[in-house]
DNA sequence: CGAGCCATCTACCATATGGTAGACAGGCGC
DNA sequence: GCGCCTGTCTACCATATGGTAGATGGCTCG
């Protein structure tokens, strides 16, 4: 039985997660104006008039804004890390894997494409935010940063440093994903043709970036 | 003599440049501001209260809100226009422009980062904000965009698709200058040193990606 | 010296916004 | 059938916000 919005749990809904109902259809929709327009522009009557609800019956389920915000980004590193898991526990070797990831980033981005904007606003928004966010993904990036140290090490892998990769490797990614406005000054729409070709192309630079060519890392 | 904002030319302060003078100050703490805090989150109260004068003041120079924020983005799209225009006109073949591009924008990014930052703004707030960015920086990405083919034609890059190459370049750059939470979360605070760090390994990266090795691109 | 202009301010306006308190209808259990 | 709980609502609050109108002091010019 649901619990509606009280102190407790900083930036949870209360009971358990709400997947449905209306605690439900208000962290999607939270989640898609959050990361469309970004949180500030977002207010909770316009959030609640496009629920066919009142801003109270936002506030009975979740306390506050930002409680709201919180959930949202939880929900949201939730989603990101149980793809990011998935598909490291996936692939093999060094180059394999990065390629693993990104393509599973990119399915997520192609179903769920509010999930990598609220990311990129959480950059934006600072802390509590991004804090919130990044020390949910910080096993995760302590796990690639050292995999991606040893496939140096081993050669598979061209030096380079480890968390300014990953801080690259997440730049583009986002970039490319989400930077629509970029896109489409440049000829590209976000549509699911443009979003293969995206994935190609950045594939390629990774690839070429990352795999050494000749005797040690023949592709 | 300056003139005050009024009904006019839309986005622009009345009279000269205002980079004097209390419109000065004005375009410089809204620069400021709406790269750090966001356009949203930033009032006109709380501008006024950092230059110790009353937000009538910032209404006197410039019309209205959204009028500033124009004023703010041309400046910016200017002074980037510069820094890129004058590194495009300097550097020789394939790879030596894009390095020299990029140093200039690192260089732009240790003395103003603000101008970097006020850029991933306008990705966010959509048009007209990056409507009018963009435009103002067109002429230059329809010349990047045939010189990398060119390049890539002549055998000196390798073979990308030359729109999509100019988004990853720019959302690697843009985000590696800007992404300060998720630096931070990787041990790289936002100092000079760092810097220089950051700026030789997206160079690296980027070299690895777009020089050929062998007969053709041997660096 | 007085008039006019400029740049800053005070006073005020209308609306937006996040949030609180309690009313109310429906459902369920005793 | 009644009491209690849940979930939604109305009414209201205090503050924030972008903006307008006119006051005011200082400066310049005729």
Chains 1, 2 share one sequence.
Not at 120 to 146: K, N, Q
Not at 168 to 194: C, D, K, N, Q, W
Request: charged share 25%; hydrophobic share 45%.
């Amino acid at each position: 039985m649901s619990v509606p919005g009280d102190a407790g749990a900083a930036g949870e809904a209360r009971g358990p997660a709400p997947q449905v109902g209306t605690a439900g259809r208000i962290l999607q929709a939270a989640l898609a104006s959050f990361a469309g327009r970004g949180y500030d522009s977002t207010s909770l009557d316009a959030l609640a008039a496009g629920l066919d609800v009142r801003k109270q019956t936002i506030l009975y389920w979740f306390p506050s804004k930002e409680a709201l915000l919180e959930a949202v980004v939880d929900q949201c590193a939730s989603e990101l890390s149980t793809v990011l898991e998935a598909s490291l526990h996936r692939a093999g070797d060094g180059w394999g894997k990065v390629e693993a990831v990104v393509r599973s980033v990119f399915r997520l981005a192609a179903r769920r494409p509010e999930v990598l904007g609220l990311v990129r606003e959480t950059g934006r928004l600072g802390p509590p935010a991004s804090t919130r966010f990044l020390a949910a993904l910080g096993p995760l990036v302590d796990g690639a940063s050292a995999f991606l140290e040893a496939e140096m090490d081993a050669g598979h892998l061209r030096r380079h440093e480890p968390r300014l990769l990953l801080v690259a490797i997440y730049s583009t990614v986002i970039g490319m994903l989400t930077e629509v406005e970029v896109l489409r000054a440049l000829g590209e729409e976000p549509t699911a043709r443009s979003l293969v070709r995206r994935r190609r192309e950045l594939l390629d630079l990774l690839r070429s970036a990352l795999v050494a060519s000749g005797p040690e890392g023949e592709p």
